[in-house]
């Protein structure tokens, strides 16, 4: 999928993460705002004004996520199709993201170089990234908008491109168009090295609210939202962490071993399906499903029932899907070892967090279970045993644990590639406790999707299994790499997914 991109000059610290990328592989910067051309350019060193404000250092998983999104495998994109009961001009929409941009402090920043080390500061000049594109489907934008490595020392770090789509273009929710008639594409792409996916969730809601007090004549202050965190605090619990295992070798070494087993592990839905013939694989999704609110109601209550998270339980509607495809496919076990990739929030690790906290600040966690045969039948019994042993995992620090279990090993087998070894990568952006945004008295939302780009050479996983919210609704995605899974497999998994999760919501539970 790079092989026709090219590169720009960046610093070894950045491409020493990435060694196997050849210079020929990595992509090219674009020009600023409203240039279609691509340009190369040398990096600065220490050229910028004596009063910048240097945020903070950037560590060795902001260094590396700067490396990962500069080769396009690791972007924070995502989509919405936006519906109006006026035409909208491209103007209107530009005013909404200077708001946004006022208001939004880690929209203002970029990188910077000082001494040799990589660092977090603020942007010398105000400038936003926008463009109107000419046509498309909104899932091929979201995959247009991601492509070109960002202007790392200048800024900014995000971008958004619009399109204004024809009269006769169809909508998903036609009964919203009748109403709103006018129809906009709207793709937004923020640098995955200072912002995550709760972050991309808010500024959505954000622009959402934006746009519909601009349609209604109503004043935007430019009164700042959340605040910009570095890792710090994170940071020195991880040294404690070091620390901690180095003054007991014999654990180390244990918890290393175990380490290295499950880096080396073979994911179900690898037994399940094998790997694809596929000569040019490249990344896709599958058509995001919604859910339905009244079953997600239901679904939820049995949750609060049985004490257990939205996640855990929907985790373990993953589970069961993977289990009956396995059973489908021949692989018939007494039990099954599913492995997942979690992205966790360590803003739960934070003291003094009173509003929104802007910045990356996730840590991924493996986390393997053994589901029986049976697992439909005894569904909730088997949640409420992940539930326990992922929420224990979880508030002992143990995604940071396993950070720098990764970081030892890597120091002590330098040559260990990484291989893929998740069924999904399972992100869960969607809270019952956050409201719901996208039906606005100007401004309707009618469809979203995100684009996550899935080399194998990259990532220990192929599958992304994305939860968001969509207006007063859940929406479900699948994304996948076609080197690892075929777009037909892809697709039975995610209808197998939604299958389950209906099964589940509609089954009589003795404790309701």
């Avoid at 402090?105 to 463009?131: H, Y």
């Avoid at 620090?397 to 120091?411: F, K, S, Y």
Wanted: glycine share 4%; charged share 25%.
């Amino acid at each position: 999928m790079l092989a026709a991109a090219g590169c720009r000059a960046v610093q070894s610290w950045a491409w020493a993460w990435l060694p196997s990328i050849a210079s020929g592989q990595r992509r090219t910067a674009v020009a600023s705002v409203g240039q279609q051309h691509s340009r190369r350019y040398s990096v600065p060193t220490s050229h910028r004004p004596s009063e910048t404000r240097w945020r903070y250092k950037a560590d060795d998983l902001v260094k590396k996520k700067v490396a990962l999104v500069q080769a396009g495998v690791a972007n924070n994109t995502f989509g919405l199709t936006l519906n109006t009961a006026r035409p909208l001009s491209p103007d209107l929409f530009k005013e909404v993201l200077m708001h946004l941009y006022k208001k939004v402090e880690v929209l203002r920043i970029c990188f910077g170089e000082k001494e040799g080390s990589l660092w977090v500061v603020d942007m010398d000049t105000p400038k936003i990234d926008f463009q109107v594109l000419e046509g498309g489907l909104l899932e091929e934008i979201v995959k247009t908008v991601s492509q070109p490595a960002y202007n790392l020392f200048e800024g900014p770090l995000w971008r958004a491109r619009l399109v204004v789509c024809p009269p006769d273009e169809p909508c998903m929710m036609p009964q919203v168009k009748y109403s709103f008639p006018h129809q906009y594409h709207l793709a937004l792409d923020n640098h995955h090295a200072v912002t995550d996916g709760i972050c991309t969730m808010k500024i959505i809601e954000i622009i959402i609210t934006i746009l519909d007090s601009v349609l209604d004549g109503a004043h935007v202050d430019s009164k700042q939202i959340g605040e910009f965190r570095d890792r710090s605090e994170v940071t020195s619990v991880e040294v404690r962490i070091r620390e901690s295992l180095e003054k007991d070798p014999h654990m180390l070494s244990t918890l290393l071993e175990e380490r290295y087993k499950i880096k080396t592990s073979v994911p179900l839905i690898t037994e399940i399906f094998g790997k694809p013939d596929e000569p040019s694989p490249e990344t896709y999704t599958v058509t995001p499903q919604v859910i339905d609110d009244k079953l997600l109601q239901v679904f939820s209550a049995k949750c609060k029932t049985h004490k257990v998270t939205f996640n855990s339980a929907f985790v373990g509607v993953i589970n069961v899907a993977l289990m009956e495809l396995a059973h489908e496919a021949g692989v018939a076990r007494d039990s099954y070892i599913i492995t997942h990739r979690h992205p966790v929030d360590t803003r739960r690790y934070m003291s003094d967090v009173t509003c929104m906290v802007w910045g990356y600040h996730v840590v991924p966690m493996t986390h393997t279970t053994t589901m029986p045969c049976n697992a439909r039948s005894t569904f909730w019994e088997n949640v409420i045993n992940f539930d326990t042993n992922f929420r224990d995992r979880i508030n002992t620090m143990g995604p940071l644990q396993e950070r720098i279990l990764d970081t030892i090993l890597q120091e002590r087998k330098p040559d260990f590639e990484n291989t893929t070894i998740h069924n999904l990568n399972v992100t869960n952006m969607y809270s019952p406790r956050i409201k719901t945004s996208g039906d606005g008295k100007h401004v309707q939302l009618t469809n979203s999707c995100g684009y996550l780009p899935l080399p194998f050479t990259h990532h220990d996983y192929c599958i992304t299994g994305g939860l968001t919210r969509f207006r007063e609704q859940v929406q479900f995605q699948v994304g996948y790499y076609s080197g690892f899974i075929t777009t037909e497999n892809a697709t039975r998994l995610s209808d197998k997914v939604i299958s389950v999760f209906k099964d589940t919501a509609k089954e009589v539970d003795e404790r309701q």
